[in-house]
């Protein structure tokens, strides 16, 4: 299973991206899906996460600005990201519960995309 995350760039700030991620491979089903970002010299922490059934959680710092969504078709997980500010500049990294045959799960990283907020 891979994970193949886009959509980050260069932008300024109060400006919107959108963060995509596919997961491709031998997928039987899929759990939850979540965003994840990493700063320089910070901690990766979760972003905003959605699960099977559509239930979603956020970040106290994003809520009202990031909608996360999921096409179960298309095994993929996107990040709509709204009146971005400075320190909203990270590596942007989904993750995906994946399961091969309905029993066993399997927890997948997408590569990271770069999102940079000019002030």
């Not at 709204?82 to 942007?92: M, Q």
Request: with cysteine; aromatic share 10%.
């Amino acid at each position: 299973v891979q994970l193949q995350a886009s959509g980050g760039g260069l932008v300024q700030t109060g400006g919107s991206l959108r963060l995509s991620c596919a997961a491709s491979g031998s997928i039987f089903s899929t759990n939850v899906m979540a965003w994840y970002r990493q700063a320089p010299g910070k901690q990766r922490d979760m972003v905003a996460l959605v699960s099977n059934g559509g239930s979603t959680n956020y970040a106290n710092s994003v809520k009202g600005r990031f909608t996360i969504s999921r096409d179960n078709a298309k095994n993929a997980v996107y990040l709509q990201m709204n009146s971005l500010k400075h320190e909203d500049t990270a590596v942007y990294y989904c993750h995906v519960d994946v399961t091969r045959d309905g029993r066993n799960w399997y927890s997948y990283w997408g590569q990271g995309t770069q999102v940079t907020v000019s002030s």
